[in-house]
Nanobody, 129 residues
Framework: QVQLVESGGGLVAAGDSLRLSCAASGRTLISYPMGWLRQAPGKSREFVAGINWNGRSTLYADSVKGRFTISRDNAKNTVSLEMNSLKPEDTAVYYC??????????????????????WGQGTQVTVSS
């Protein structure tokens, strides 16, 4: 079983930066793409960013492209999300997630919610205007 624990959320002003981190335990995830998804109040959960098994392929939602950067450290079983130039519309609960299946030696990055099978508890990010 996989356990994911997010950290780094908080309350910031528009234009500020935050770094979210997610530590995974329970099994080695080197073959599995990982991602960050978020859910704002009253809205469905949406994809934010994803990264393939070795970190060489990334995918971003258009709304965060150029402002957010996802990275992973397979030696430490962690994935991070660097968020710059934050906007009030970035306010949401951010979830770390692991793909349902592994894609070793592939550049594939899942985008759909149902492609992720393991989830963290979420961390709140609030951006004030």
């Amino acid at each position: 079983q996989v356990q994911l624990v997010e950290s780094g959320g908080g309350l910031v002003a528009a234009g500020d930066s935050l770094r979210l981190s997610c530590a995974a335990s329970g099994r080695t995830l080197i073959s599995y793409p990982m991602g960050w998804l978020r859910q704002a109040p009253g809205k469905s959960r949406e994809f934010v960013a994803g990264i393939n098994w070795n970190g060489r392929s990334t995918l971003y939602a258009d709304s965060v492209k150029g402002r957010f950067t996802i990275s992973r450290d397979n030696a430490k079983n962690t994935v991070s999300l660097e968020m710059n130039s934050l906007k009030p519309e970035d306010t949401a609960v951010y979830y770390c997630a692991v793909s349902r299946q592994g894609y070793p030696f592939s550049g594939y990055v899942p985008r759909r919610d149902e492609e992720y099978g393991y989830w963290g508890q979420g961390t709140q990010v609030t951006v004030s205007s």
